[in-house]
């Protein structure tokens, strides 16, 4: 059951995409705006789907099609601009390829074991490992309205957390 208070933290936290997306002509109504909403509604679909599948499936056999299904749809977006892969980049892109497989089995594994209302606010500390990293590489830092948006959607996603753990325990946390 979802509750008034539960719709009220997620419409908060689409307003804080919204932030991020600074509407108007050239964010929201954009491309890459519309992808992003698009991105963040198949990511819940998979939370969802992980938590439901997860009664009947293995870890690894949902890995491997939700791994398949990407390879077809990226394999399918990248035909018009394809680039032949060249040798030399074999090694990164089998890195990055087994970094992003050993990640989603770990994120199979807490989908199962947790409630996905639990796990998916955990996924927030990501948001500082993309900070580092696009700082230690590129020397750059988000804009203001992407910090506030930011975090807009992580105080919207804690808050689901705390009450549902309150809650869900009849007890408020000390």
């Known amino acids: 059951r979802v509750g008034p208070r539960r719709w009220t933290a997620i419409g908060i936290g689409l307003l804080g995409v919204i932030v991020v997306l600074r509407p108007g002509v ?8 519309l992808l992003v909403l698009l991105a963040a509604t198949a990511y ?34 990248a035909i018009p601009g394809w680039v032949p892969l060249r040798w030399e980049h074999a090694g990164l892109i089998l890195g990055m390829g087994l970094a992003g497989a050993f990640g989603q089995v770990a994120l199979t594994h807490a989908f199962m074991r947790g409630d996905a209302s639990l796990v998916a606010p ?3 500390t990501g948001l500082v490992w993309v900070i580092c990293w696009d700082w230690l590489l590129w020397r750059s830092l988000p804009d203001a309205f ?3 948006g930011a975090a807009i959607i992580m105080a919207s996603g804690l808050y689901l957390l705390r009450r549902d753990r309150t809650v869900g325990t009849g007890r408020t946390p000390p």
């Open 26 to 33: 050239d964010g929201f109504i954009s491309l890459p705006g």
């Open 44 to 77: 819940a679909f998979a939370a969802v789907s992980v938590s439901l599948l997860a009664r009947s499936d293995t870890p690894q056999s949902i890995v491997v099609w939700f791994l398949a299904l990407m390879v077809l749809g990226a394999g399918l977006a």
């Open 122 to 124: 955990l996924e927030y």
């Open 146 to 148: 992407t910090w506030a």
